[in-house]
Structures are given as C-alpha cells and as structure tokens.
C-alpha cells in the first residue's frame, strides 16, 4: 500500500474521513458533500470486490476537507483503484482537480476526460457524475461556487451570462495562466494546513480568493473564454473595480494613491499596472476623471444650489480655467452650460433673504445608479 502524499499531521485543520475497515469500502462508502444545503451524495467503491472481505491495518482511502470563506478544499487518496459517483441535487459548484500521484477519470455526459501529471480537470459535481481512481492514487480539489464565479465574469463581461458558464473538463497545467492557476491552488492546499495562515485573515483570503476567480475565468477554457479574449478592456479585475468604487466614495475628500490601494486590497505598484493594463490610464487619471463625472452629476442635477466655482472646488478643482476645460474635453460642454440646463428643468424661486442662495421648487432627478 502506498504511503500518503500529505502527512496525516498535516490535516489537523481539516475534517478528515479515514476507511481502514473492509466494511468501510466493501459495497460503498457515503459522503455528504461538506457544503451547507447540499444534498450531494459521494459514493466511493472499490473496484476490485475481492478487496471487500480483506482487513487492513492502515487506511486505505482519506478525505480531508476544509471550507473557509468560499472555498472548500480537499485532499483525497486511494491506495485502491476506486470508483466515485454523485448523486443528490443539481451541483451549485466548480471543482478544480489537481493530481498528485496516479490518474482520475472523469465521466460526464458521456463524454471521458482523464487527469495525471500535468493535466488537472475542471467540473461541476452534479448528478450522474463518475470518476475512476487508479491505485495508489492522491489528488487535491479546491471547490468555487457557482455563483461567485458566474458573478465575476459578468462584472468582467459587463453583462448579464446569456447561458449557464461551462468549463471545459480537460486542463492542461504546463503554461500560461493555467499554470499560475495551478500555482495558486497548491498555495491554498498549503495554507489551509496551517492554522495561522491566509485562511485564517479574511481581508487575505478575500484578495487571495479574488485573484483565484480572476484566474480561473482567465487560465481554464469555458465558452465565455473567447469574449475574454478580444481585449485588455473587456475583463476588469476586482482590484480595478474597489479602487473606483472607493473614489466615487470619497471623491469630495483628500485621498491619497496610498488608500486607493488599501481598499483595493492590492499594493501601489499592482494598483498602477492594472490600471494601465485595463484603463489605459494612472489611477491617478481615474481618480480626476471620476471626480470630474461627479461635480458634472452635481451641477447637471441641481440639488446642492451651489456655483459652479464652489463645486469646482468641492472635488479639488481650484483652477477654474483648467477645471472648464477639461470638463468641456470630457463631456462636450462647459461646467456652465451643465448648470443652466438644470435650472431650466426646474422653476427657480427668488434669493432667499436670509442667505441670498437660490433653490428649485422642484425635487431634482434620482442620482444615477
């Protein structure tokens, strides 16, 4: 019998099914899936049925599973060719294979994809699902939802998903991203080990687990996999997305590039390549052109009452020539021009006598959302 790929004292963060006892695997050996409200049932047999009536002294199969944040990882090995079915409910995750030792064959659909060495597999646990293990046989899983990733690519896509995403089942570890994939969920197996490692810090694991996603919808085929392809500008990492949404945030207030990046969750030298990678711009440069979107949302909406010099100044214009000009580049029209539009919308009172400003007497338009 094959002695394990991970040491067992390894697994002491993990939930950890071991079968030693013929009884065990003589006929089936069932797990649920360790996922709250799933119904998915792992059925594990042994091949060989003349296994089923021999005792051994050491464990002959480990499940070892761990689920923090939203991923679960396992590790699993077989010192006996075994077969794997699933059953239960409709599979709300993407599992990702990777080999150790041996081979598994992966059955779905009719259709036949077999990982080892350099080759791992990627699919969705659902019902009528079979895997073959040969003997002495050790492999890694790490579990995605489905919804985690799906949602991803449609903020990358900037569109609703027309159909289901599909992987293709066959991945191929040697190069490119697949192989920083592979990298990374090797990581994970390994700080899941510990008990003070990423797993335990959740702004870690949330970045750890967003370049993991970014990863997945980059580095493995899937039929959205060419609409990725066609440009720098149409899949925008997270990095991107938080540190736009913490400068329309605070745009009225002093920010530096410094806490861009830390609510990005990313260093100042990442924040600024993907930035240029995605945006064609420094953050820097986004950070001027949202503010210049936001004193146009208040001029064009009208609530504040304010000049257009006091909103220049609001979002750190203090230059009003530099602040007209580049408003008119960016939206073809003066930061004059965007105000009288809006008081024309609305029925304007006289000056208040207390405080000479002007208000409209009617409510102005929701804000964009």
Request: hydrophobic fraction near 40%; proline fraction near 5%.
């Amino acid at each position: 019998m094959a002695v394990p790929t991970i040491d067992p004292a390894l697994l002491t963060m993990f939930d950890v099914v071991r079968a030693r006892d013929p009884d065990d695997l003589s006929g089936k050996l069932r797990v649920t899936e360790r996922v709250a409200k799933s119904s998915r049932i792992y059925t594990y047999q042994l091949q060989d049925s003349a296994l089923w009536r021999v005792r051994f002294d050491q464990p002959i199969f480990t499940l070892a599973t761990r689920s923090v944040g939203s991923i679960l990882a396992s590790y699993v090995d077989s010192s006996f060719a075994t077969n794997v079915s699933v059953d239960g409910d409709e599979g709300d995750l993407f599992c990702f294979t990777t080999m150790l030792t041996g081979q598994t064959t992966l059955v779905q659909n009719g259709n036949s994809t077999t990982a080892a060495d350099n080759c791992g597999l990627a699919w969705r646990p659902s019902p009528s699902t079979r895997l073959f293990m040969s003997d002495d046989n050790a492999r890694t899983n790490a579990f995605f939802k489905v919804a985690d990733i799906e949602g991803a690519l449609e903020h990358m896509l900037d569109e609703n998903l027309r159909q289901p995403l599909d992987f293709d089942p066959n991945l191929d570890w040697s190069s490119g991203l697949a192989a920083s994939l592979k990298r990374q969920l090797d990581f994970v197996m390994h700080e899941f080990q510990r008990e003070d490692g990423v797993a335990s810090n959740p702004v870690a694991l949330a970045s750890l687990t967003d370049l993991l996603v970014s990863l997945v919808l980059r580095g493995a085929p899937h039929n959205y996999a060419s609409r990725l392809d066609r440009g720098p500008y149409s899949a925008v990492p997270a990095y991107v997305r938080r540190a736009e949404d913490f400068m329309r945030a605070n745009g009225v207030e002093p920010i530096r590039m410094s806490q861009v990046a830390a609510a990005a969750g990313c260093s100042l030298r990442t924040l600024g390549a993907v930035f240029n990678h995605f945006r064609g711009r420094t953050p820097l440069g986004a950070l001027h052109a949202i503010r210049l979107d936001l004193a146009r949302d208040e001029l064009t909406l009208g609530t504040s009452g304010a000049t257009v010099t006091a909103v220049a100044r609001r979002y750190g214009f203090t230059n009003a020539t530099r602040f007209a000009n580049a408003f008119c580049r960016r939206f073809g029209e003066t930061p004059s021009e965007a105000a009288r539009r809006a008081s024309v919308r609305g029925t304007l009172v006289p000056p208040c006598p207390a405080n000479g400003t002007q208000r409209s007497a009617l409510k102005a338009p929701a804000p964009r959302s």
